[in-house]
């Protein structure tokens, strides 16, 4: 699986270590997401370390192939689009790319190097968040929320 991870906190009173692990997570900025293999070396101590800013769980293939088609860009802020996949990357189309990512076929954070974003920018959830946004989950919004990461990025296209 892959994680999906949000930022939904912004700079001022977070400590330096915070700040340098979104750095190293590329969430420079308010709402936005990234894909990082559940696997990767380090991730769950990063994820540990910023928890205090951010919000994470396990993405769905659906989900993720609808958040790389409305919020995937390519350098220059184009769109990702199925011909692109095609001719690039030769796959199918965003549907397969979605799902290799979510299997950890294929990492997005390295697909940069032909030209994709590595991060997605999102709105604010429509309707609010339903519970503060400096407290730990369930309780809050922040940390590790599961498969309930789906309905959180789907309300915030």
Do not use: C
Not at 17 to 26: D, G, I, W, Y
Not at 107 to 124: A, S
Request: glycine share 8%.
């Amino acid at each position: 699986m892959a994680y999906l991870i949000i930022r939904i906190r912004g700079e001022p009173d977070q400590r330096p270590e915070v700040r340098a692990t979104l750095n190293e997570l590329r969430l420079r900025r308010i709402f936005t997401a990234v894909v990082y293999p559940d696997n990767m070396q380090g991730i769950k101590e990063m994820l540990r370390k910023a928890q205090p800013a951010i919000t994470w769980g396990e993405v769905s293939p659906d989900v993720l192939a609808s958040l790389i088609a409305r919020r995937g860009r390519l350098v220059g802020d184009k769109p990702i689009t199925d011909e692109w996949v095609k001719e690039r990357l030769k796959l199918s189309g965003l549907r397969e790319l979605a799902e290799k990512v979510a299997n950890n076929e294929i990492k997005y954070y390295k697909l940069d190097e032909v030209g994709v974003k590595p991060f997605f920018r999102l709105h604010p959830p429509s309707g609010g968040f339903k519970r503060s946004v400096k407290k730990l989950y369930p309780a809050g919004e922040l940390g590790y929320r599961g498969k309930e990461i789906n309905d959180l990025v789907l309300r915030m296209f």
